[in-house]
Nanobody
Framework: VQLQASGGGLVQAGGSLRLSCTAS????????MGWYRQTPGKERELVAA???????NYADSVKGRFTISRDNAKNAIYLEMNSLKPEDTAAYYC?????????WGQGTLVTVSS
């Protein structure tokens, strides 16, 4: 399974971006899908996750600003990011977690200028 992430870029503080992540094949038994982010010298941080049933979970730092969604028919997940802040600058990685494996996308860079 390959995950292709896209949608990153440079945006001013207060702006918006929409990240997309599409899987090459359909996974019927995923436990959750979501997004992590990482900046140099820091551990990877869970940003948002969504289960197959639609239960969502967000990092406290993005609650009220980011929205995760999924389209099972398209094997895709999305992250709508609003009111972006410079501290949101990071490489964002999508993932799909099954019972036995976790698949990762290649990362897409988000840069928020002040």
């Amino acid at each position: 399974v390959q995950l292709q992430a896209s949608g990153g870029g440079l945006v001013q503080a207060g702006g918006s971006l929409r990240l997309s992540c599409t899987a090459s094949t359909r996974i019927f038994s995923d436990k959750s899908m979501g997004w992590y982010r990482q900046t140099p010298g820091k551990e990877r941080e869970l940003v948002a996750a969504i289960t197959r049933g639609g239960t969502v979970n967000y990092a406290d730092s993005v609650k009220g600003r980011f929205t995760i969604s999924r389209d099972n028919a398209k094997n895709a997940i999305y992250l709508e990011m609003n009111s972006l802040k410079p501290e949101d600058t990071a490489a964002y990685y999508c993932y799909i977690r099954t019972v036995s494996l976790t698949y990762w996308g290649q990362g897409t860079l988000v840069t928020v200028s002040s």
